[in-house]
């Protein structure tokens, strides 16, 4: 859970090894109670294929009521697809 005050959030991406796998990017990564129950999204690029992951790292500050994050929402913004194979956050 999250109770009120700053964090350091970590995320990497890993990589699927499929042709075409890997993408400029963005995605903004997000760590969610429910879809509008969210710290603000980090924010991935040049994003590799496998063998590969990619970390994005910040600090977020809560100052709702106690969030339990159960979904992890990632977002593309950008038109060239990435295929991750698993986040860790």
């Excluded at 400029?24 to 040049?46: A, K, N, Q, S, Y």
Aim: hydrophobic residues 40%; charged residues 20%.
């Amino acid at each position: 859970y999250i109770n009120k005050g700053a964090y350091n959030i970590s995320v990497q991406m890993y990589g699927r090894n499929a042709p075409g796998a890997a993408s400029p990017g963005p995605l903004h990564v997000t760590i969610c109670e429910m879809p509008d129950r969210c710290l603000l999204p980090l924010e991935l690029r040049e994003l590799v294929t496998a063998g590969g992951a990619v970390t994005a790292e910040a600090e977020r500050t809560w100052s709702g009521t106690t969030l339990f994050p159960k979904a992890v929402k990632v977002t593309s913004l950008s038109a060239d697809p990435y295929l991750a194979d698993f986040v860790d956050v």
